[in-house]
């Protein structure tokens, strides 16, 4: 069964600093890959999503991740957050399979990003 | 307007007294799915469905039910609540049609407590 880990529980910046949220994933085979934000009091939104192709995707926000494969890690970057950024975010993944198969997301326990401004 | 609509937003009930959430997108997204969402634990998947008729268990399925009559509605029964079903519950939908990159979008989220 897949699952995901992400290393931080809480982390906490100024304003201005970078970031990087780590996330790995344990499954052998082909995998979709997501992070999704969830801001106080909101629901999950989409930050951006990998199927194949670049590893470098680009999302809202000024967000980006690294798909690294031999790595099994998908690590969400920022250059510069904002008190804005304060949110909740899961890293997810979804197993390669073709129709008929569930489209599950396996969720990541989350981060909780604090940005002091 | 796309969206999932969950209701209720809130809602406080007592060990065994039966109740539903309900959930309605307006995509006409073939896949609907009910998570759970507990501090520490993330989200996990309660019951899933491919298309209308067709469900299926997810992680955590017990003490839940599901039915999908209609495409648009996926509604979460719990027929006999118990405390440990407090919780924060996310109904997501996806397009599905054997694109597994599809988002799946997400309901604003249903807070349950069980005294």
């Known amino acids: 069964a897949q699952s995901v880990s992400q290393h931080n529980h809480h982390v906490i910046l100024s304003e201005a600093a970078s970031l990087e949220l780590g996330c790995n994933y344990s499954?052998?085979?082909?995998?979709?890959l997501f992070w999704y934000v969830q801001y106080p009091g909101q629901h999950l939104q989409l930050l951006l999503k990998y199927f194949s192709g670049d590893p470098l995707v680009k999302g809202i926000k000024g967000f980006e991740a690294e798909f690294i494969k031999s790595k099994f890690s998908f690590n969400l970057r920022k250059p510069s957050v904002q008190w804005s950024d304060t949110a909740e975010y899961f890293c997810?993944?979804?197993?390669?399979?073709?129709?008929?198969?569930?489209?599950?997301?396996?969720f990541g326990k989350g981060t909780l990003l604090t940005v002091n401004p | 307007e796309a969206q999932v609509t969950q209701n209720p937003r809130y809602l406080i009930t007592v060990t065994g007294k039966k109740l539903t959430v309900t959930c309605s997108q307006n995509m006409n997204h073939e896949y609907m799915s009910w998570y759970r969402q507990d501090p520490g634990l993330g989200l996990r998947q309660i019951y899933y469905s491919m298309n209308v008729e067709v469900t299926d268990k997810g992680d955590v399925p017990e003490g839940y039910k599901v039915s999908r009559k209609e495409k648009r509605n996926f509604p979460l029964i719990l027929e006999s609540p118990s405390p440990n079903q407090t919780s924060l519950y996310f109904c997501?939908?996806?397009?599905?049609?054997?694109?597994?990159?599809?988002?799946?979008?997400f309901g604003p989220g249903t807070r349950l407590t069980v005294l």
């Open positions: 997501a939908s996806s397009p599905g049609t054997g694109r597994t990159h599809n988002e799946q979008f």
């Open positions: 997810a993944v979804n197993a390669g399979l073709g129709g008929g198969s569930n489209y599950k997301l396996t």
């Open positions: 499954y052998g085979g082909t995998v979709n």
